[in-house]
């Protein structure tokens, strides 16, 4: 079974600050803007990082052409001030029971771990590296806002990155596939891929805002039970 860990609100809760700051300096470095003041009002709750850019930048006059234009360079430059300014220490920004969770999950024949995260995949290794829950994600390996900024294209591409590492070659099945997320776009992009998926009640939304989940948990102690319900 193939796991897909969202890590905002379901791996790490409240440790997305230097990440936003980091976006932002990437936006007012390559378009050369003046940080928009009404950026905190843009959602980002189970977007991608590139999806969210383009919203800031809209309110800063560029257009979605101009950041397609520029794209592969706000990237990098995000990374880079994410480098700067990411904690050493994130272990705690972790959701309850995340670290032993993984632990398990990991430990588990039957189990591999991967990750599907509207962040900049640079972003994403650096900041679950300083919470230190890098170890069971292989470098290359999930779907990332880097990859695309709409979020339902990311599974597809975990499975097929799974798939070139565990299965031979061929794209991991999605119906051995399952996101791990705590939003409601966390659940449509594994409805629109045909995947499993697990919701988590740690981040912004409550269960009742899940609903649409094949199962529903109230934190990640649960998901061993989950899982095996699901099979």
């Known amino acids: 079974m193939l796991l897909l860990f969202d890590i905002d609100g379901t791996l790490l809760l409240k440790g997305a600050e230097a990440h936003a700051a980091a976006v932002v300096a990437a936006l007012c470095e390559v ?3 003046e940080p928009p003041q009404t950026a905190h009002g843009v959602e980002a709750a189970g977007r991608t990082d590139q999806a ?6 809209e309110l800063a006059g560029i257009s979605a052409e101009q950041f397609d234009q520029r794209r592969d360079d706000f990237i990098l430059a995000a990374a880079s001030h994410y480098e700067l300014l990411v904690p050493d220490d994130l272990s705690d920004r972790l959701a309850p029971h ?13 189990y591999h771990c991967s990750l599907v995260t509207g962040n900049i995949q640079r972003v994403a290794r650096l900041k679950l ?10 470098e290359g390996q999930g779907g990332f806002g880097s990859d695309s900024d709409d979020r339902n294209d990311l599974p597809p591409i975990a499975r097929m990155r799974a798939g070139q590492l565990w299965n031979g070659g061929d794209a ?4 051995r596939t399952v996101v791990i997320g705590d939003t409601p776009r966390d659940i449509a ?5 045909g995947t499993l998926v697990v919701a ?3 981040g912004p939304f409550a269960a009742d805002d899940l609903a649409g989940a094949d199962v529903v948990i109230d934190d990640l102690r649960q998901l061993d039970a989950a899982l095996e319900s699901l099979t």
């Open 31 to 33: 378009w050369e803007v």
């Open 52 to 57: 969210i850019a383009r919203d800031i930048l």
């Open 98 to 110: 995340a670290a032993e969770t993984l632990a398990q999950v990991d430990a588990h024949e039957r």
């Open 129 to 138: 590296d300083a919470a230190g829950i890098l170890y069971p994600f292989a």
């Open 172 to 175: 991991w099945p999605a119906e």
């Open 189 to 193: 992009c594994a409805r629109a891929d």
């Open 200 to 202: 988590v009640a740690t």
